[in-house]
């Protein structure tokens, strides 16, 4: 017996290498060709099937179905998105959380909004917002540890993927909640308080009886590149405007600055607010220049 096949899940994707966790072990593995032709990229996430090899490394042979899948991060099978905001160095921009909360909704993901560095700045109003709009929001502090316990009670059972601008603390707060992780992280010493960088790649980590990926934070130049959800699917990514949907005067209805307007009632009377009302204007903008170039 050469090979042997088994199933297993990519933890992490380096250099063009898999590691595979299948039952206990943790398996090196190559791709094979045809992925390349096929045009799929193997992500992390991905529960596969391999071929193991005598010496222990082994082939990604096949991909199995995934539930969903993400670009940036680069990560499949995902139950939740927790997107890491911070109130101080670097100030995390509304509209960059506004603008991953769009590509997570429908995707079978919930969108969780996780407020780091509380212990800097209390960014209560931020919060409340959020928590208004329908989300589930938790402040914490990788360093006083507050809002930790919280956190680690809704991550268990489930795989869940940390994201956000560089330097927010993703890596901090996975090793607040689990020491033994020890991943590196960085200073946000600059003189803009911008992140440096310092997780370049996705690695699933087995934590608290769930599986949590650190991913490479975004720049702003990864934010402007960011695709936008089509036009077609835009206004349902905005889970507050559900309500109003469908009582627009005109159908098809942009919810931009149309008369009988129901989204932009609900925005003037203060049921949506201004700033998640901008950021979709801003992404329709986005999505309408996209699909006039192509
Ligand atoms: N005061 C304070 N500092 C924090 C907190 N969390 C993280 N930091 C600091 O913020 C800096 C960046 O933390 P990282 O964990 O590397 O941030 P990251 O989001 O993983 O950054 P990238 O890997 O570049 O995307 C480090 O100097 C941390 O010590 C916090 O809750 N409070
Ligand atoms: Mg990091
Ligand atoms: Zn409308």
């Known amino acids: 017996m050469t090979e042997m096949k088994r199933e297993g899940q990519i933890v992490k994707a380096l250099s063009g290498f898999y590691y595979v966790k299948s039952g206990e072990d943790l398996i090196t593995c190559r791709a094979r060709g045809k992925f390349r032709y096929q045009k799929v990229t193997p992500l992390v996430g991905d529960r596969v099937l391999l071929l193991s090899q005598p010496d222990g490394s082994g082939y990604l042979d096949e991909i199995l179905p995934r539930r969903n899948e993400f670009h940036r991060p680069a990560i499949a099978n995902i139950d939740q998105m927790v997107i890491v905001a911070s109130g101080a160095i670097p100030i995390t921009d509304p509209f ?41 929001v938790i402040p914490v502090s990788a360093k006083t540890g507050e809002g930790l316990p919280e956190l680690s009670e809704l991550l268990r059972g489930k795989t869940s993927a940390f994201t956000g601008n560089s330097g927010v603390g993703k890596s901090s707060i996975l090793n607040a909640l689990d020491p033994t992780l020890r991943i590196k992280v960085g200073e946000v010493s600059d003189k803009l308080g911008r992140g440096r960088h310092t997780t370049r790649h996705i690695e699933l980590f087995e934590l608290h009886g769930g599986f949590i990926a650190d991913t490479p934070g975004f720049s702003a130049f990864d934010a402007d590149k960011m695709e936008p959800r089509p036009m077609a699917e835009l206004e349902g990514s905005f889970r507050e405007f559900a309500p109003y949907l469908g009582s627009c005067q005109f159908v098809g209805c942009a919810h931009v600055k149309e008369k009988g307007c129901a989204v932009l009632e609900a925005v003037q009377a203060g049921h949506i607010l201004k700033s998640r009302h901008e950021s979709y204007v801003r992404l329709y903008e986005q999505a309408k220049e996209r699909k006039a170039w192509k």
């Not at 993901?109 to 409340?128: F, R, S, T, Y």
């Open 96 to 136: 960059l959380i506004d603008q991953m909360i769009s590509i997570v909704e429908g995707k079978q993901c919930e969108p969780i909004l996780c407020m780091n560095k509380w212990d800097l700045v209390a960014a209560e109003k931020l919060c409340e917002h959020y928590q208004k709009a329908g989300f589930h």
